[in-house]
């Protein structure tokens, strides 16, 4: 049943819906899902998770579980056998996990529910207005036409929209690739490398292991380019992978076969007055890299303590439109990149080919190359611009790191699991005036060689750095950040302990 008091309400219960509203409904924010699907789905096309997607389900208390349901992988094989290595990435998950997205679902969704989130199925969105105060939604039920009315609207309602549609937004851009070949099959004969992936000449093909005996494989075959509507044939999706890669592993028993599609779009903006895009709704590019799922994941952990703030009356003024200023970008990046990936990979002229392998080895090779790649294609290379004269590291990723004694369960992931601000104070150091920030602010004393004094978001990226000597001025620079990220003080300043998540500091 769709209730009528709502402060938000997500259209779409893919990933980023559903992940999002885990946050705003932890946040104590009246948070409705609208899907106009009346049953899950298990067929999907998303499959990978990426390090730094899983360093956001750590702060969620997510990522274990999830892992256990996948396989990981080291290092991506790219065409003519370049591989792009992981293990060295700085995080707890230097990966990319394997796994259906509809384990990644059960997961959010199950956490959304359990922290009140109304997830309603056999909703469809037909229209919206919006004013100055709120938005009404027009909703098609399996009980008829109700309207909705919600503080703020978010579309995570994929490529087609609705929300996108009734704001008026083009969604400029083009297909990419036609005709991909999709299927989830079982291998008599697995392959000794965990990701498989070659082009050669008029045919590309890639294989990835679920971890549960089935496999997720593309194919393209340049010689055949077939509406979406065509049904894939065994026969050929065997052809075309014995053609790419020397040998079909013995492919049968599919489960599903698609065909379909890659376009590159995005939205020109993702937020009009009190309704904002995420995920598939702002930005769709090619699968290349496994970036589709990971980028609207991380669209949703950017918005949902924004959103919450907003909603709880305590954003700073200009806070929601930073999600349109600090996402655009990212999504505009890995639309390039995954672009540059297909192009790449479809490459037809055998010359062209091998300038493209040799290029690519030699530049790996490069030790900042190396990183930058790396760090690009799992998402913890991403950073947010920061204001002119900040602090080198803010709007970068924090670190996990150690925290002293029991803080918080002893990692910086563990301590932002509350949804609340954390700040890092070097031994020493007197933050007592964040005690006015009451439970917004958690304090956390590093464990090893401390950090300068650093405000980390909800989120996970740094919002603030000072490495101020002198205390009078170090307490007023901390005052005035906490004013502007976590709003108004909510207590007074008297006392000069502070409380952190489970002691003091």
């Not at 009980?143 to 703020?152: K, L």
């Not at 996402?327 to 990046?333: I, K, Q, S, T």
């Not at 297909?342 to 080919?353: E, F, K, M, V, Y």
Request: glycine fraction near 10%; charged fraction near 20%.
């Amino acid at each position: 049943m769709i209730s009528q008091q709502n402060d938000v309400v997500i259209v779409g219960a893919g990933p980023t819906g559903l992940l999002l509203a885990g946050d705003l409904a932890a946040a104590g924010v009246r948070t409705t899902v609208l899907e106009r699907r009346l049953e899950e789905s298990n067929l999907t096309r998303a499959f990978a998770v990426h390090a730094r997607t899983l360093e956001q389900l750590d702060a969620r208390g997510l990522a274990d579980e999830l892992i256990s349901t996948g396989a990981q992988v080291p290092s991506l094989r790219l065409f003519g056998g370049v591989r792009v290595d992981l293990s060295s990435l700085p995080s707890r998950h230097p990966f990319v996990l394997i796994t259906p997205q509809y384990q990644v679902e059960r997961l959010l969704q199950r956490r959304a529910v359990a922290a009140g989130a109304n997830l309603v199925r056999g909703a469809e969105v037909t229209g919206l207005r919006q004013d100055a105060d709120g938005v009404d939604v027009d909703v098609t039920t399996q009980d008829g036409p109700v309207t909705v009315r919600t503080s703020y609207v978010v579309g995570t309602d994929g490529h087609r929209s609705r929300v996108r549609t009734a704001l008026g937004l083009p969604f400029p851009g083009k297909a990419v690739v036609t005709s991909l070949m999709l299927a989830d099959v079982r291998l008599a004969e697995p392959p000794r490398d965990v990701l498989m992936v070659n082009a050669v000449g008029d045919a590309f093909a890639f294989i990835a292991p679920f971890g549960d005996d089935w496999y997720r494989v593309f194919a393209w075959n340049r010689r055949n380019q077939q509406p979406d509507s065509v049904p894939v044939d065994l026969t050929e999706l065997r052809e075309v992978t014995r053609e790419a890669l020397g040998t079909d592993f013995g492919m049968h028993d599919p489960r599903w076969m698609s065909r379909f599609h890659s376009d590159e779009r995005q939205a020109p903006q993702y937020r009009v007055g009190r309704v904002f895009l995420a995920g598939d709704a702002a930005h769709v590019h090619s699968p290349a890299g496994g970036q589709g799922m990971n980028t609207g994941l991380q669209d949703a952990a950017n918005l949902g303590w924004k959103l919450a703030a907003a909603v709880q009356g305590r954003a700073a003024d200009g806070l929601l439109d930073t999600y349109h200023a600090e996402r655009h970008p990212v999504g505009r990046m890995v639309l390039r990149g995954s672009g540059a990936i297909i192009r790449l990979a479809l490459i037809r002229s055998r010359p062209a080919q091998v300038a493209r392998t040799m290029i690519l080895r030699i530049a790996l090779r490069l030790g900042p190359v190396r990183r930058r790649m790396a760090g690009m294609i799992s998402g913890v290379g991403i950073r947010y611009a920061a204001p002119r004269g900040a602090h080198p590291q803010v709007g970068t990723r924090a670190e996990d790191l150690p925290l002293a004694g029991d803080q918080a369960g002893g990692r910086l992931a563990e301590a932002l699991r509350g949804g609340a601000f954390v700040l890092l104070v070097p031994a020493g150091i007197d933050a007592s005036n964040a005690r006015a920030w009451g439970d917004r602010v958690r304090l956390a004393t590093p464990a090893e060689a401390s950090p300068p004094l650093t405000l980390v978001r909800p989120d996970g990226y740094i919002a603030w750095v000072s490495e101020e000597t002198d205390p009078g001025q170090r307490d007023e620079q901390l005052r005035v950040a906490l004013g502007e990220w976590c709003g108004a003080p909510v207590v007074s300043q008297e006392s000069d302990a502070v409380r952190s998540g489970t002691g003091q500091v």
